[in-house]
């Protein structure tokens, strides 16, 4: 299967996770109450404009890639939870933000870093499950076992080129976006 096709998985398993989060109910809130406190007190410790942040954001996100694609041969589950998860937060929080402020807001927050961070998703997970089908592909069948090598190299090409784009993304989430939201 081409890499491409890869890609439009990736992007389809992102884009349903967002339509489920936009019309999840907001009552669910009360059922992630512990996990919204955990993340208010983290966000305490990454202020905007310290190069920590930064290298937090890219590390976070850059294990995030790289523990998806070396688990991704476990029946391609770390993907396919990295793509739905983070599509049904995205889609579940700023639904939730666009009510209490505005969806320019919502907008500034997410495009300026987004530009990057998410194509790094979806190039990532793509190569991730790429990788992983060819992976289990090749337990089973003899034939697929030399093609396993070629596809490891191609996979990770691209994901060398999403871990790039987290680069800027991190740059841009602590320095760019904590002034557009003031």
């Not at 890639?65 to 599509?87: D, K, Q, R």
């Not at 937060?89 to 998410?118: D, M």
Request: charged share 10%.
């Amino acid at each position: 299967m081409s890499y491409k096709k890869w890609i439009f998985i990736a992007i389809f398993l992102f884009g349903i996770a967002v339509v489920i989060g936009v019309f999840t109910p907001a009552s669910i809130t009360s059922l992630l109450s512990e996990d919204i406190a955990a993340l208010k007190q983290l966000s305490s410790l990454l202020t905007p404009f310290k190069i920590f942040t930064a290298i937090f954001i890219f590390a976070k996100n850059t294990s995030v890639l790289l523990l998806s694609f070396a688990l991704s041969p476990l029946l391609l589950l770390v993907p396919i939870l990295t793509l739905t998860i983070n599509g049904w937060l995205i889609a579940f929080i700023s639904t939730a933000v666009i009510e209490e402020k505005s969806l320019g807001f919502v907008l500034a927050g997410l495009l300026p870093h987004g530009v990057f961070e998410l194509p790094a998703l979806i190039l990532g997970q793509a190569a991730a499950l790429s990788f992983g089908t060819m992976v289990m592909l090749a337990l089973f069948k003899k034939k697929k076992r030399n093609l396993l090598l070629p596809n490891l190299k191609q996979n990770l090409k691209y994901l060398i080129l999403a871990l790039a784009l987290l680069i800027p993304a991190a740059i841009i989430e602590t320095y760019l976006t904590p002034l557009l939201l003031t």
